[in-house]
């Protein structure tokens, strides 16, 4: 397949998507970006996926892939994944770690807060003593620094609309460093959203999920 039959569907502020654009401009594919409006979903959104009916989808020819897929299929140059096995593994531990802990809870503790912030807090620490001393959680730019770019790209946002402190200097000083690091890495730094824009939008999102607890 050509790279041109590479389409991406996604919101402009959606973290997860932003995974997607990295890892595709780390592997140097060129694609087609597909803006979606949430309120009025496209028949291909609704084609390619039918059951959560959510944005981002990535596809390539008539397959709706992920991530991985992504390292797989464009294996030459910037590798996302380690090639030893082990570190492969530990690789997608930490991702999941992440997607399924760390940052629905993350979410909590601005939405609902309360036990959510605690919880938050204890696995970020897991977190923080795993990346301690690390530029980033392989030897480059990889896999979990995706995953987790989340923090990177929403938490000072969530920070500031909410005035929640999560990562304070002495407790997550790794984690901070990380994210300064990260976030100056070309691809990622050009791609941001527009931060103004972020923060109208999750006021906005906050105000509702506070109002209705």
């Known amino acids: 397949m050509l790279e041109s039959e590479v389409k991406l569907l996604r919101t402009w502020s959606s973290p997860f998507a932003l995974r997607i654009v990295w890892a595709l401009k780390l592997k140097g594919v060129k694609y087609e970006t597909i803006l979606e409006d949430l309120a009025n979903k496209s028949p291909s959104l609704l084609q390619y996926n039918r059951v959560h009916k959510t944005f981002p989808v990535l596809i390539h020819g008539r397959n709706t892939v992920d991530l991985e897929y992504i ?102 000083p790794s984690l901070l460093a990380w994210i300064e690091v990260f976030s100056k890495v070309p691809v990622v730094k050009e791609n941001w959203p527009p931060r103004e824009k972020m923060i109208v939008k999750f006021k906005a999102i906050c105000k509702y999920f506070l109002a209705s607890k």
């Open 71 to 172: 390292d797989e299929t464009w294996a030459a140059g910037h590798r996302l994944l380690p090639e030893d096995p082990y570190e492969r593994s530990v690789t997608r531990f930490w991702a999941k770690f992440g997607d399924d802990q760390v940052f629905v809870l993350v979410w909590r503790a601005f939405t609902k807060q309360g036990e959510a912030l605690i919880l938050a807090l204890k696995h970020l620490k897991f977190v923080e003593e795993y990346i301690k001393e690390k530029r980033f959680f392989g030897d480059e730019i990889g896999f979990t620094d995706l995953v987790f770019s989340c923090l990177a790209n929403l938490l000072s946002i969530l920070e500031e609309v909410t005035e929640v402190k999560i990562l304070d200097p002495q407790t997550f």
